[in-house]
């Protein structure tokens, strides 16, 4: 089964009903199925804590990251491998930092990244991605 990394942007989308919400709810849905596969970085995780909390409260954040954590996403924990593979990234070209996680995320489990963030398209060459 073939995985798919979810980035904050994606998450958000879903969440406020942006262009690509849809797609976005579809995945879910099919990871809950168990028809794919659906990883986030738990940095990703935190820049949509942030998003939310900026524009709420913090508790209204906390609910949200409630309900993703009973979504079917694997939430991945940062190591040295994956933090080298962003850092690696993040030399590269203008990307943020959290960014470079999703991405080295994709890279290291030859995954696709969902987002509409146009910021990733410098590693087009580098990572497969499903634009939203």
Known sequence: ???KVLDS?????FFEDEPGADIVRDLILKAEETKVSLVM???NLGEVWYSIARTNTPEVADQYIGEIRGMAIEIVDVDWQLTRQAAAFKKEGNI????CF???LAKMKK???ITGDKEFKSL?????????
């Open 41 to 43: 970085c738990v940095v």
């Open 9 to 13: 942007y994606a998450l958000m989308a």
């Open 124 to 132: 087009e060459g580098e990572i497969k991605i499903s634009w939203i």
């Open 111 to 113: 995954a696709e990244l």
């Open 96 to 99: 943020s930092y959290a960014d």
């Open 1 to 3: 089964m073939a995985a």
């Open 102 to 104: 999703a991405a080295a």
